[in-house]
């Protein structure tokens, strides 16, 4: 089992910057970040492997950045020039070796225009 501790989130103005962090309480091989919006699906918005590899949303490339430390079992999201319609409710994920998934509780991000 794993636990995920999400911090970070809040309300900011349009072209605002947010960082959102994740600790887990163990290694594991891949974290990232998605988002749900009211009455939507949700989605992926990045993730990194323990190795660095980064995978992100089309909408949110250049905008945002994902990076880890290993050492702290800690995934970070950089969000820059946020835009109106990234107000979601951000989640953190992780993924074992085995493919399982973990969610955190959800932290919710509001972009005022």
């Known amino acids: 089992q794993v636990q995920l501790v999400e911090s970070g989130g809040g309300l900011v103005q349009a072209g605002g910057s947010l960082r959102l962090s994740c600790a887990a309480s163990?290694?594991?091989?891949?974290m990232g970040w998605f988002r749900q919006a009211p009455g939507k699906q949700r989605d992926l918005v990045a993730q990194?492997?323990?190795?660095?590899?980064?995978n992100y949303a089309d909408s949110v490339k250049g905008r945002f950045t994902i990076s880890r430390d290993n050492a702290k079992n800690t995934v970070y999201l950089q969000m820059n020039s946020l835009k109106p319609e990234d107000t979601a409710v951000y989640y953190c994920?992780?993924?074992?070796?085995?493919?399982?998934?973990?969610w955190g509780q959800g932290t919710q991000v509001t972009v005022s225009s």
């Open positions: 994920n992780a993924k074992s070796l085995a493919l399982v998934n973990y």
């Open positions: 163990r290694s594991i091989l891949i």
């Open positions: 990194i492997s323990s190795s660095g590899n980064t």
